[in-house]
């Protein structure tokens, strides 16, 4: 496209997980959809890279355990359509001393979720790559999402029903036209369409900014590294691991920690939303070194089913709100989709129906949520 000016029902910036899923959830609904992503496939710039995220329906409320089970069915969907492996049920333990535990169990009760409390000696007898010092809380429905995967399976999908997918296209500007009329301005061309559904992540406030009202929206560079395994990876569950505030442990690390097994790259192992505030297009993608040095601590200590001398580096953003509640609403034609990180990708496929939600007729998800409360 070359200085010109095309028309389509929907253009949905972002072709990372979430714009991805929406693209293909309008595009089942008939609409005439353009996925436009600034980068070419399989980047590393923002949050939706690389083979291994944690899927679980552990959370301590229905919103969004609900949430969790409408993704799972329409991940296993994508599946069928598209002939990728995306989800590996492998089981999941969340261990520790910080009350939070308890009341995950009690939500897990009121969803109907799977689950039941191991002792320490139980769960180390499962689960001998990990230290227990305290009883650990087993969900055996969770597991892990291969996210490069799924990017690539979502925008086949949408394309099967006639989304044009373009890489390498960056947005420069969103002009409102009127309630039902906008557009997209790129550095070659631009579209005008009924509706934009911006799903950028971390550059939301570069790109909307006055457009649509957002909350403050904090940008971190996450660090967290693939150990070798000393036990074989299809062994491993996810995990997570808290410590309670004022323990002789958690003045020693940076808040909660996250784990899962990334078969051929090892285990991967994190801290949780704690990396330095960054800006998106000017990352330097290097660990910092008092965080990784206590991640390698951490797995010395507490994961002697892993190597903490042979390990590789990860960087991706985090972009959160600071309730870690995501953003998702619409004013006028602009629909936006903002604030996932850190536990957003398992809702993939769900938050992509959400978005043709509003795009198509405004059904607002927080009426909907309400109502799984």
Same mark, same amino acid.
């Given at each position: +496209?070359?200085?010109?000016?095309?028309?389509?029902?929907?253009?949905?910036?972002?072709?990372?997980? +979430?714009?991805?899923?929406?693209?293909?959830?309008?595009?089942?609904?008939? !609409?005439?959809?353009?996925?436009?992503?600034?980068?070419?496939?399989?980047?590393?710039?923002?949050?939706?890279?690389?083979?291994?995220?944690?899927? &679980?329906?552990?959370?301590?409320?229905?919103?969004?355990?609900?949430?969790?089970?409408?993704?799972?069915?329409?991940?296993?969907?994508?599946?069928?359509?598209?002939?990728?492996?995306?989800?590996?049920?492998?089981?999941?333990?969340?261990?520790?001393?910080?009350?939070?535990?308890?009341?995950?169990?009690?939500?897990?009760?009121?969803?109907?979720?799977?689950?039941?409390?191991?002792?320490?000696?139980?769960?180390?007898?499962?689960?001998?790559?990990?230290?227990?010092?305290?009883?650990?809380?087993?969900?055996?429905?969770?597991?892990?999402?291969?996210?490069? &995967?799924?990017?690539?399976?979502?925008?086949?999908?949408?394309?099967?029903?006639?989304?044009?997918?373009?890489?390498?296209?960056?947005?420069?500007?969103?002009?409102?036209?009127?309630?039902?009329?906008? &557009?997209?301005?790129?550095?070659?061309?631009?579209?005008?369409?009924?509706?934009?559904?911006?799903?950028?992540?971390?550059?939301?406030?570069?790109?909307?900014?006055?457009?649509?009202?957002?909350?403050?929206?904090?940008?971190?560079?996450?660090?967290?590294?693939?150990?070798?395994?000393?036990?074989?990876?299809?062994?491993?569950?996810?995990?997570?691991?808290?410590?309670?505030?004022?323990?002789?442990?958690?003045?020693?690390?940076?808040?909660?920690?996250?784990?899962?097994?990334?078969?051929?790259?090892?285990?991967?192992?994190?801290?949780?939303?704690?990396?330095?505030?960054?800006?998106?297009?000017?990352?330097?993608?290097?660990?910092?070194?008092?965080?990784?040095?206590?991640? &390698?601590?951490?797995?010395?200590?507490?994961?002697?089913?892993?190597?903490?001398?042979?390990?590789?580096?990860?960087?991706?953003?985090?972009?959160?709100?600071?309730?870690?509640?995501?953003?998702?609403?619409?004013? %006028?034609?602009?629909?936006? !989709?903002?604030?996932?990180?850190?536990? %957003?990708?398992?809702?993939?496929?769900?938050?992509?129906?959400?978005?043709?939600?509003?795009?198509?007729?405004?059904?607002?998800?927080?009426?909907?949520?309400?109502?799984?409360?």
């Amino acid at each position: +496209m070359t200085d010109t000016t095309d028309a389509a029902d929907v253009v949905v910036v972002g072709g990372g997980a +979430m714009g991805s899923a929406a693209a293909w959830q309008l595009a089942r609904r008939g !609409a005439d959809v353009v996925l436009l992503e600034r980068f070419a496939p399989g980047h590393t710039n923002g949050a939706s890279h690389g083979a291994s995220r944690i899927f &679980r329906l552990s959370y301590p409320d229905l919103v969004h355990i609900r949430l969790a089970r409408e993704a799972e069915r329409l991940w296993r969907e994508l599946e069928h359509v598209t002939g990728a492996r995306l989800l590996t049920v492998t089981g999941g333990v969340d261990h520790g001393d910080h009350p939070y535990l308890q009341e995950l169990a009690d939500g897990l009760a009121v969803g109907g979720v799977a689950h039941r409390w191991l002792a320490p000696g139980e769960a180390a007898e499962r689960w001998p790559g990990i230290r227990f010092a305290t009883r650990a809380l087993y969900h055996p429905d969770s597991g892990r999402l291969h996210a490069d &995967r799924a990017v690539a399976a979502l925008q086949d999908a949408a394309r099967a029903l006639g989304a044009v997918v373009r890489h390498e296209t960056p947005v420069t500007a969103i002009e409102v036209l009127g309630e039902d009329k906008v &557009r997209v301005h790129t550095d070659v061309g631009s579209y005008t369409a009924r509706r934009v559904v911006a799903a950028v992540n971390a550059w939301a406030a570069k790109l909307l900014g006055g457009l649509v009202p957002l909350p403050p929206l904090r940008i971190t560079q996450e660090q967290p590294a693939h150990f070798a395994a000393r036990i074989p990876e299809a062994r491993w569950p996810s995990f997570g691991h808290r410590f309670a505030e004022g323990t002789a442990d958690s003045g020693d690390f940076y808040g909660g920690i996250y784990g899962l097994a990334t078969p051929g790259e090892g285990v991967k192992v994190g801290f949780h939303g704690v990396g330095p505030e960054v800006d998106p297009d000017r990352r330097d993608f290097t660990p910092e070194p008092a965080q990784l040095a206590a991640l &390698r601590e951490y797995v010395r200590r507490f994961l002697p089913g892993l190597d903490p001398a042979a390990f590789t580096p990860i960087s991706c953003t985090y972009t959160t709100t600071p309730d870690s509640n995501f953003v998702l609403d619409r004013h %006028g034609p602009v629909v936006v !989709a903002t604030g996932f990180s850190g536990h %957003g990708f398992k809702f993939v496929p769900a938050i992509g129906r959400v978005l043709a939600d509003l795009a198509v007729d405004g059904t607002r998800p927080d009426r909907q949520f309400a109502a799984a409360r």
